[in-house]
Nanobody, 126 residues
Framework: QLQLVESGGGLVQPGGSLRLSCAAS????????IGWFRQAPGKEREGVSC??????RSMYADSVKDRFSVSRAKNTVLLQMNSLKPEDTAVYYC?????????????????????WGQGTQVTVSS
């Protein structure tokens, strides 16, 4: 059974850093595109970053470009978040899909993903 579990969230001051992890089980990890999304209270879930299968193409939302970095490790996808701002406060989710494997691309659209984790809270506040 395919499972995604996020970890690494917490409370951090503005300008600080956090590293989120998305751990996977139940499928061939490297053949799936992985996306990171976030949802703040009262807002739509939005794409933050993603990485294609086999270490393929990565993408970033304009709001996090040059501050966030996504990478793959064994059965884990990491989201390094630096220079955090209060507006980064949200529940962060990872998601997976096998449908983009052929092109080694990913997507920041939530409709592209089939499987979702439960989320981890990130709060940026002084």
């Amino acid at each position: 059974q395919l499972q995604l579990v996020e970890s690494g969230g917490g409370l951090v001051q503005p300008g600080g850093s956090l590293r989120l992890s998305c751990a996977a089980s139940g499928f061939t990890w490297d053949t799936y595109a992985i996306g990171w999304f976030r949802q703040a209270p009262g807002k739509e879930r939005e794409g933050v970053s993603c990485i294609g299968s086999g270490g393929g193409r990565s993408m970033y939302a304009d709001s996090v470009k040059d501050r966030f970095s996504v990478s793959r490790a064994k059965n884990t996808v990491l989201l390094q978040m630096n220079s955090l701002k209060p507006e980064d406060t949200a529940v962060y989710y990872c998601a997976a899909t096998p449908k983009l494997q052929r092109f080694r691309i990913c997507s920041l659209s939530r409709d592209a993903y089939d499987y979702w984790g439960q989320g981890t809270q990130v709060t940026v506040s002084s």
